[in-house]
């Protein structure tokens, strides 16, 4: 064997031994990218005009998420990718035509990014929102809700929903400076990010706010 040989067997044998040694390393790559191949899926669906489309492509980030949470069960981003086909899926059809079950994979999706990443900001955001919009009976909480969309608040500063829901819950309260400053940065951060899916609600908000401020 002359010494090409052997150099080039020893860094075959080499490469081998780690692929052997250490798969999980390998699985959380590949689980990385498909999760973040997902969440590409949601945004593109979230953007699309037509229903089909959007529709086309939360099953495609569903389907891309669930191989990443078979890759690496650890992966906070996997199953928070999982949610968001999952939830945009059901946004899709109006939140009417969804099953009890899926309601449960959603939120059994999302419970699970938090518990392995408890500052997973896009997961408290997505959780936050949940808790005040779900009436108590069914296990809503606004107030702990709210206190995770201010966490979110002041660990994200270009978060946008979460200050549009805090406003809301600001004005119906009557604190109103807070939630016009919190509805006009909001409007601002989706209008700077080119955020075509949430500026619709963004200026919805702070067209309410303003005329609900303006009449008192």
Same mark, same amino acid.
């Given at each position: 064997?002359?010494?090409?040989?052997?150099?080039?067997?020893?860094?075959?044998?080499?490469?081998?031994? +780690?692929?052997?040694?250490?798969?999980?390393?390998? #699985?959380? %790559?590949? +689980?990385?990218?498909?999760?973040?191949?997902?969440?590409?899926?949601?945004?593109?669906?979230?953007?699309?005009?037509? %229903? +089909?489309?959007?529709?086309?492509? =939360?099953?495609?980030?569903?389907? !891309?998420?669930?191989?990443? *949470?078979? $890759?690496?069960?650890? @992966?906070?981003?996997?199953?928070? #990718?999982? =949610?968001? @086909?999952?939830g945009e899926r059901?946004?899709?059809?109006?939140?009417?035509?969804? @099953?009890? =079950?899926?309601?449960?994979?959603?939120? %059994?999706?999302?419970?699970?990014?938090? $518990?392995?990443?408890?500052?997973?900001?896009?997961a408290l955001s997505? &959780?936050?929102?949940?808790?005040?919009? *779900?009436?108590? !009976? =069914?296990?809503?909480? #606004?107030?702990?809700?709210?206190?995770?969309?201010?966490?979110?608040?002041?660990?994200?500063?270009?978060?946008?929903?979460?200050?549009?829901?805090?406003?809301?819950?600001? *004005?119906?309260?009557?604190?109103?400076? %807070?939630?016009?400053?919190?509805? &006009?940065? #909001?409007?601002?951060?989706?209008?700077?990010?080119?955020?075509?899916?949430?500026?619709?609600?963004?200026?919805?908000?702070? +067209?309410?706010?303003?005329?609900?401020?303006? @009449? &008192?």
């Amino acid at each position: 064997m002359t010494m090409t040989h052997r150099m080039l067997y020893i860094l075959f044998a080499s490469m081998l031994l +780690s692929w052997l040694i250490i798969p999980g390393v390998w #699985a959380e %790559e590949s +689980s990385q990218v498909l999760a973040q191949q997902s969440m590409d899926e949601c945004q593109k669906g979230r953007r699309a005009k037509d %229903e +089909s489309v959007r529709v086309a492509h =939360f099953e495609r980030g569903r389907e !891309l998420a669930e191989k990443a *949470v078979v $890759l690496d069960e650890h @992966s906070a981003d996997a199953h928070f #990718a999982l =949610f968001c @086909s999952i939830g945009e899926r059901m946004r899709a059809n109006g939140e009417v035509m969804f @099953s009890v =079950f899926e309601y449960g994979r959603m939120m %059994e999706a999302l419970d699970k990014t938090l $518990l392995l990443n408890p500052h997973h900001v896009d997961a408290l955001s997505s &959780k936050g929102t949940i808790l005040i919009e *779900v009436p108590g !009976l =069914f296990g809503g909480d #606004a107030e702990k809700g709210e206190a995770m969309l201010r966490e979110v608040i002041q660990k994200d500063p270009q978060s946008i929903n979460a200050r549009m829901v805090v406003a809301r819950l600001c *004005v119906e309260r009557g604190e109103d400076q %807070e939630a016009f400053d919190l509805a &006009k940065k #909001a409007l601002e951060l989706a209008r700077a990010a080119n955020r075509d899916d949430l500026l619709p609600e963004a200026e919805k908000t702070f +067209s309410e706010i303003q005329t609900k401020l303006a @009449s &008192k």
